[in-house]
């Protein structure tokens, strides 16, 4: 079953550690259709969060995260690396979720290059999509939590608030 809207429109407290355990589908040209379990996933919310590009305003590049959830936002990290993340609650309220990790391809950079998801997804819906989309089969892991990954900048506070969401593994 493919996530609807509602899923999306809660906050990103509640919606990250949701996603966990549910499937992130691709449709590539040819039709082939890649599939990947979400293991792990990140929170950035809000202005005051130093971790989230939203703490430094309004930009054309934040923009999107003031908008409706259930949108795709793409960014190209460190120059190389598309990484993708799902808009979540209510509009003027930035927030998102960062898909960090598959069950096989450990990494946001890894996880986005096998889909093929690059910046042309960037602010297009996650629901009624038919070339990404998040399934939900049922499957249900036991879930902990640990700092956020890579946002040294973000001072100690915000760098090791437990807003990282990972698939025990068995």
Not at 33 to 42: G, M
Not at 49 to 73: N, P
Not at 119 to 146: H, L
């Amino acid at each position: 079953m493919k996530l609807n809207e509602d899923f999306f429109n809660r906050d990103a407290l509640e919606v990250a550690p949701d996603l966990i355990g549910k499937i992130v589908a691709r449709k590539l040209d040819d039709g082939t259709i890649l599939r990947e379990r979400i293991a792990e996933t990140e929170v950035y919310r809000g202005e005051e969060d130093l971790g989230c590009h939203a703490s430094k305003g309004r930009t054309k590049r934040t923009e999107i995260l003031y908008g409706e959830s259930g949108i795709i936002y793409v960014y190209l990290c460190y120059g190389m690396h598309w990484l993708m993340n799902v808009i979540t609650g209510e509009r003027e309220q930035p927030q998102g979720v960062l898909l960090r990790c598959g069950t096989l391809k450990n990494g946001p950079a890894k996880l986005t290059k096998y889909l093929q998801i690059d910046g042309s997804f960037n602010g297009e819906k996650i629901c009624g999509n038919d070339r990404v989309w998040i399934e939900d089969d049922g499957f249900r892991p036991d879930i902990i939590t640990a700092p956020r990954v890579g946002i040294d900048y973000a001072g100690e506070y915000w760098k090791n608030v437990k807003w990282r969401y990972i698939a025990e593994k068995e």
